[in-house]
């Protein structure tokens, strides 16, 4: 079945890189997003890439895919405070997306 | 994302109650969702709506209903609630209508709910 798995945990010290990986099942995935969610807050869009892309680096951020292995990456430069969120990968399915699959989201904590 | 609105953000309420949970939405897409929250789970589908009259089944819409009032409005209800149903519920929308469209959702902010 469909399915979108991270791991739950990440910490970073500020200033290095962090790196979110996402792996997922359905090979019919037309775009695979990144979600931030602050707390108490909701999912806000990050990026997204297109299914037929394998980079897409929009200033701090930088989306990997790799399709033969169905592996997404967000790397986020320089990462700062505010980047403390919870990050989820999705991908959209279906030739109408009528659905979005979300990963379990993974915590990315900073230490100073 | 101010344009997509959730009453009420906490609630706390008994087993056995009837609660209902809105959603409405200033953007003008066709498409809304309801998702529920719960730690290390991410997110699960419970309904989605591609019009007025297009409602489906997510994968976990046992105990829940929806309905689809208008374009922009989109109520969840718990007939009878129970304590498993204590989680963090999120609207969503996208817009399929647009030729650029990415099929990107938009979330609410969130309804807190606890069932005691």
């Known amino acids: 079945g469909e399915d979108v798995e991270q791991s739950l945990f990440l910490s970073v010290r500020e200033g290095d890189s962090s790196v979110i990986n996402c792996t997922y099942t359905?090979?019919?995935?037309?775009?695979l997003y990144w979600y931030k969610q602050e707390p108490g807050a909701g999912l806000q869009l990050l990026t997204y890439?297109?299914?037929?892309?394998d980079m897409k680096q929009d200033q701090r951020l930088t989306v990997l895919l790799n399709k033969k292995d169905k592996h997404l990456s967000l790397r986020i430069a320089d990462t700062q405070t505010g980047d403390s969120a919870i990050y989820f990968c999705a991908e959209s399915i279906g030739s109408s997306a009528s659905k979005i699959i979300f990963g379990s989201g993974t915590r990315l904590s900073i230490r100073p | 994302d101010a344009d997509v609105t959730q009453t009420p953000r906490n609630r706390i309420t008994k087993t056995g109650k009837r609660i209902m949970l809105e959603c409405s939405q200033t953007?003008?897409?066709?498409?809304m969702y309801w998702y529920r929250q719960d730690p290390g789970l991410g997110l699960r589908l419970i309904y989605y709506s591609f019009d007025v009259k297009d409602i489906n089944k997510g994968e976990i819409s046992d105990g829940y209903s929806v309905s689809r009032q208008a374009q922009a409005k989109f109520s969840l209800s718990l007939e009878s609630a129970i304590p498993n149903q204590t989680a963090l519920y999120f609207c969503a929308t996208s817009d399929s209508r647009s030729g650029s469209s990415t099929d990107t959702q938009y979330f609410g902010p969130g309804t807190r709910l606890t069932v005691l």
């Open positions: 953007k003008g897409h066709d498409r």
């Open positions: 359905d090979s019919s995935s037309t775009y």
């Open positions: 890439i297109f299914s037929n892309m």
